[in-house]
């Protein structure tokens, strides 16, 4: 039998870097599962079901929700959005780890579902830092900027509850900084519970 997954949780402000991190992170971990999240919203051009999000009539993500399907759920502009619970625990119990790329609300409720699931914030090295990556997209204007600043400060603000922080001041250390804290969780003790019985097994 396959050893249960680590279900990574992974929050960070935006223009903190977390997406080119975990590009960099999955070109070594294919067999890492990235959570797809689920939405009541029509699918933009390109999009499909399954790869971009699952989307869902609102009649089906209310029946989830109502069932205990879903880990965590929101609603943005008029329409729901959230991690089916299915897919996440099907990948773990293959054995495979699950990173679950979310806001802070969210993580929560999927700490508070999930108690054993990893959670861990980047951060950028400043705020300063910060502005600067994002006025060097040249997406924003100015006063968009500010307001992702402002929700920024207030995300790191929570930093403090989560297990790790890792500092993106570089990406490929960054990466590597992901790789250390998941190779160390899964030699807790409680994942380890197998190896101690063979240990003892011809005692």
Avoid at 36 to 53: C, F, K, L, M, N
Avoid at 102 to 126: D, H, L, N, W, Y
Avoid at 150 to 159: C, G, L, P, Q, T
Wanted: hydrophobic letters at 35%; aromatic letters at 10%.
């Amino acid at each position: 039998m396959n050893k249960r997954g680590i279900l990574i949780v992974l929050s960070g402000p935006s223009g903190c870097g977390k997406g080119t991190v975990l590009a960099e992170f999955f070109k070594s971990h294919p067999e890492t599962f990235y959570s797809i999240s689920a939405t009541t919203r029509s699918p933009r051009v390109g999009e499909q079901d399954g790869v971009h999000y699952y989307f869902y009539t609102k009649d089906a993500f209310e029946s989830l929700i109502e069932k205990g399907g879903m880990l965590e759920y929101a609603v943005y502009c008029d329409h729901y959005y959230g991690t089916p619970k299915a897919p996440v625990f099907a990948e773990l119990e293959k054995g495979h780890d699950v990173i679950l790329e979310i806001e802070v609300q969210g993580a929560f409720q999927v700490k508070q579902r999930v108690p054993e699931a990893v959670m861990v914030f980047i951060a950028p090295p400043s705020l300063q830092e910060l502005r600067l990556r994002l006025e060097g997209r040249q997406t924003d204007s100015q006063e968009v900027i500010e307001k992702r600043l402002a929700a920024a400060k207030k995300e790191i603000e929570w930093a403090s509850k989560y297990e790790y922080l890792i500092i993106n001041d570089q990406v490929t250390l960054a990466k590597q900084r992901l790789e250390t804290i998941i190779s160390a969780e899964k030699l807790r003790v409680s994942q380890m519970k197998e190896e101690i019985n063979e240990v003892l097994k011809n005692a």
